[in-house]
């Protein structure tokens, strides 16, 4: 195959689908050279049914608001492949959720499940309905709404969503709610991320930033590096940056920033216990303001409108938020402050001329596929748990997590090495991923 050929068929394909042509490229020109080594693959057409979901659900979601006004949102679910398992993957709510992203996230979610040791096919969903100064009941009767039509597609076996960006315990406890009352059977497996008490994974809201650090401290220490004593700058204060600065700060690291859609917070002596668990309560709030820590600490942070955490000078930088949140120029003043490392969090979280600038300065760089990959695999766990009708304690979550993060680690080191001894960690991870679905597709035939 070339690279090149198939993105420009998919580009005349899908006009405008901007997110999810980015995602393809990247992970297109970096399999290219591997891909090529197995003719069985070409003959199959593998990477052309690889680039398009099995199939697509829209739907529209009509739910009433706190004034008594009718409201019409879009509701989605791409399946993407289901090669080595059901689909799985979250749903994202947030005002700018179209077609587009949710095929670049299905497709992310693919080569990410893969690389996670766990039997979980790719998919994603969500809609354009933006939580931010909703009331809970606005969410709730919004949740219910989705549910009410995506019912009849997903299932344990079938499609197991999960949160994403906008979807967190609250959101999924009333997604299940409906879910239940629907189907009219108990099926704890339909989605993960769910409470304690009714089939959630104990570790699971801390999982995908838990991962990250273990991730994180993998690529230092095979660098030669230590993450004891380094500045660490998140973007967010969702799930994710919450996760990400508990653990940074247990193994030694030093948060030095957190931010949101109006500005960064300066945490100049590092973040406390106080203010990681305040990241919870404004992420409660749904009012979408970094500023609000600043404003409850203010001896501790420091607030500055319209700035990014990539403003504040840090050894790592983390981004915990949303997609293409970090660009070229922002690369540029990271490395000039001196940064060494920059792990992707978030879900494609840096644009591909950020990451070509990283890589060419010499800075360790790991994609979020590889990186974040410990929220689903929580999630995988969490389906197994119930599965079995049990439920493992923290130690053994933890344990697992670690492994499957160090295994992930050890992939990307095995299709990633290049000849000078340092490892290509998005070349690795995508290979990786991409190796174990083309070679289950290719085993089950022409479909
Ligand atoms: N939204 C998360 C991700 O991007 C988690 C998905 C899940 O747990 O299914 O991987």
């Known amino acids: 195959m070339k690279a090149n050929e198939i993105m420009a068929a998919l580009e005349a394909k899908h006009p405008g689908e901007d997110l999810f042509l980015q995602a393809a490229r990247e992970v297109l020109e970096t399999v290219e050279e591997e891909y ?147 189907a009219r059977e108990y099926n704890t497996g339909v989605l993960t991320g769910k409470g304690e008490t009714w089939g959630g994974s104990i570790l699971r809201p801390e999982a995908t930033g838990f991962g990250a650090l273990y991730f994180v401290n993998h690529v230092l220490e095979t660098a030669g590096q230590k993450l004891a004593g380094k500045t660490v700058a998140l973007s967010g204060f969702g799930n994710v940056a919450w996760g990400a600065a508990i653990k940074a700060t247990e193994l030694g690291a030093k948060v030095v920033a957190i931010s949101g859609p109006d500005g960064v917070c300066h945490i100049k002596d590092g973040i406390t216990k106080e203010m990681i668990d305040y990241m919870l ?16 600490f203010p001896a501790a942070a420091t607030f500055t409108a319209g700035k990014k955490a990539w403003s504040i000078k840090c050894d790592i930088a983390l981004p915990c938020a949303f997609q293409n949140e970090l660009n070229e120029a922002d690369a540029k003043e990271l490395v000039a402050n001196g940064t060494m490392c920059c792990c992707e969090v978030s879900n494609m979280g840096c644009t591909a001329e950020a990451i070509h600038y990283f890589q060419h300065a010499g800075i360790l760089f790991a994609p979020g596929k590889a990186v974040n990959a410990g929220g689903v695999a929580t999630s995988g766990l969490e389906m197994t748990q119930n599965a079995a009708h049990l439920a493992w304690s923290g130690e053994e ?33 995508n290979v990786a991923g991409f190796m174990k679905v083309a070679t289950a597709m290719l085993e089950q035939g022409t479909i």
């Not at 492994?403 to 680690?409: F, L, Q, T």
């Open 36 to 182: 090529n080594k197995h003719p069985e693959f070409e003959k199959a057409k593998i990477v052309e049914r690889m680039v398009e979901p099995d199939r697509i659900f829209t739907f529209r979601v009509t739910w009433v608001d706190d004034k008594g006004e009718i409201q019409t949102n879009l509701g989605y679910r791409v399946q993407f492949n289901s090669a080595i398992g059901p689909y799985k993957g979250g749903l994202r709510f947030h005002k700018a959720v179209n077609l587009s992203m949710l095929k670049f996230l299905g497709f992310e979610q693919t080569f990410k499940n893969a690389l996670t040791t766990l039997p979980m096919g790719g998919g994603k969903g969500g809609s354009d309905f933006d939580p931010v100064g909703k009331s809970n009941e606005e969410i709730m009767r919004f949740c219910q709404a989705f549910m009410l039509e995506l019912w009849r597609n997903i299932g344990p076996d079938t499609d197991v969503p999960a949160g994403d960006v906008g979807v967190g315990g609250r959101e999924i406890g009333f997604l299940y709610g409906m879910y239940k009352k629907l």
């Open 281 to 296: 309560v404004m992420r409660a709030s749904n009012r979408n303001k970094v500023q609000d820590m600043a404003d409850k």
């Open 397 to 429: 979550v933890d344990a697992k997590l670690k492994w499957i993060m160090s295994s992930i680690h050890e992939q990307c080191v095995r299709y990633g090495k290049k000849a000078d001894g340092t490892i290509d960690y998005v070349k690795g991870a």
